[in-house]
């Protein structure tokens, strides 16, 4: 990319630049993504973590109760831990055989709350929370490492980072379930003043809690095989994530959370216009920060071993990474000799060649520049995702409407070839999202496709048949099947970043690209691999603060792009170990 991207008298970027699938997948996770932004309002407010209670058989099989202690109120992480089943492993939520399911609880768990939900939990969509339960969750090992670590651990060693790098975490992410689901509290009802009332913290908080459980584990059934077993260095324990894997339903989740998508990306805009806008005089903290950043993040994509199809490969973001840091020290370098102080975009604007990946790291790093205003942005996603409809709007000025806000999409070509070929719809044996072949599909598929261009040209084609003067409520009273449209496009119009400008009916649709957005932008994962371009998997809290060391974190070091730790006392893996399926379902 040769220059930044044009922007507005905000300093954001216009909607057609930012919001196409090719932009939306460069976007890298953030101060504004939700795992960073919890983890920082944790550190923030000085939240505690206390294991209350720990058991574990040799094979595993345990139960622990965890107590988050926030700034004015407590809940509960109570954990069932199994060992491996053998029944064979997929990508799917409702299979059965987990290695670990747990509950989030708002408030202390009694003894009926952890009954409970040991009796409910394993019946999965026949099973119910209680009345007070946040997030229920579940995971698997990484069959991978975990047992090498166990290994490793009892015989008084470290365990082989290079292979945790190729890996990232001990638990994988099979369900993160919440906002009423199976029960569980709706957001809503949280209330505004409740320390998990930002989007998705009830879920991440869940699964940062799956990885401190991971990690005990692992000590624990280390010490049960062994006298001489060690717990994780420190710097091990930090260094590993947790896992996690999203296929199509996330597609369907940015199509139908649109104002939340907005609201995301339109503050992030701001915290990039913020940070550009910074003064970086020489040793000052701004610049000092930025160079500093921008070096860990060169390091941290250097140590990647992930092969991307999809995505930029790491080496080049690397390359590109560094023809920043050579133009911001030589921008710097005359901006001195000149007597003046630069800002941070004229230090990172503008630098020849660097790709869209590189780029969008590099506005990772302005985000973390003031992280007050950041994390004050970040405070701000709640919002209501209510559609309404106006139905006094005439025809003809709906009409105009769809003509000025939606022209991309009245620009698709839907005669094109392929460009109808797929239809999103849900699974009745696995209760998940498909996207299959149109002509294949049976009679009486429930279509879920949040098909915008189709939306907009059908209304466009009925609107140009009526009396411009004719008031939309009439017309919806005889068209009722329009009344979602025009109410999703009414609503929509203010939001420049609520629509990815895609025809996701299009063969030539790549669903990664929109699974990246949610996965990588908004909640914040790293290392964000395609499979297939369906699907995506990435680690979650890699460098994240354990619990051991909330308390005694420095707030301000950035925990975030970890290099790989190299303890002394190491084992190296046996490269006989089992490697995972060809279809990745046993990582």
Known sequence: ???????????????????????????????????????????????????????????????????????????????????????????????????????????????????????????????????????????????????HVVEALAGGQQPD???????????????????????????????????LAVPYHAQLL????????????????????????VALDPEVRRFLGVGNSSALGLVLWVGNHPVLVDRWISLREQALAHGRALPAAPGSAVADTLVSLLERAAVYQGEDVNEYTCFT????????????????????????????????????????????????????????????????????????????????????????????RYAWALAVDRTAPGATAHTWYKSRSAEEPRCGATEELPEGTVDLTVDIPGMVQELDGVLAAEDPALPVGRLLARRPDLRSAVERLQTLAPYDYALPHANIRDAAFVPAQLIRLANAALYGLERTKDYLGRDLRGVIFQGAPTAADLDA???????????????????????????????????
């Open 1 to 147: 990319m040769a220059s930044q991207p044009t922007r507005d008298g905000t300093g954001s970027r216009p909607a057609a630049e930012i919001m196409t699938p090719s932009a939306l997948s460069s976007l890298q996770a953030g101060r504004l993504s939700s795992a960073r932004s919890l983890v920082n309002r944790m550190l923030r407010e000085g939240w505690r973590v206390e294991r209350r209670s720990l058991t574990v058989e040799a094979d595993g099989s345990g139960e622990a109760v965890y107590r988050i202690h926030t700034a004015d109120r407590v809940m509960d992480f109570v954990a069932f831990a199994f060992p491996p089943s053998s029944q064979e492993r997929t990508l799917r939520i409702f299979d059965l055989g987990w290695d670990m399911m747990g509950a989030l609880m708002d408030g202390p768990a009694t003894a009926e709350d952890v009954e409970h939900t040991r009796n409910e939990m394993p019946r999965l969509y026949h099973g119910r929370a209680t009345g007070h339960t946040l997030t229920w969750c579940r995971a698997n090992r990484s069959l991978r490492v975990f047992e």
């Open 161 to 195: 980072t290079v292979a945790l790098a190729r890996v990232g975490y001990l638990m994988r992410n099979i369900g993160l379930d919440g906002n009423g689901t199976f029960g569980t509290r709706t957001f809503l009802a949280y209330g505004e003043d409740h320390p």
């Open 206 to 229: 869940s699964a940062y809690m799956m990885r401190e459980l991971s990690a005990d584990l692992v000590e624990a059934m280390a010490a049960r095989r062994s006298g001489q077993a």
């Open 313 to 404: 490969p790491a080496d080049r973001i690397v390359a590109d990474l560094r023809l920043v840091l050579d133009a911001v020290a030589a921008r710097a370098a005359a901006a001195a000799a000149g007597g003046r102080v630069p800002t941070v975009g004229e230090l990172t604007d503008r630098v020849e060649g660097v790709c869209p990946e590189a780029a969008e790291v590099v506005n990772s790093v302005l985000t973390e520049l003031d992280p007050a205003e950041s994390d004050r942005l970040a405070a701000g996603l709640t919002i209501s995702e209510t559609f309404r409809r106006d139905g006094s709007t005439t025809a003809g000025a709906l009409r105009d409407l769809l003509a000025d």
């Open 553 to 587: 974190a420095d707030r301000d070091r950035p925990w975030f792009w970890p290099s790989v730790p190299r303890p002394a006392d190491t084992v190296t893996l046996d490269a006989t170990a089992p490697r995972p399926a060809p279809n990745g379902a046993s990582r």
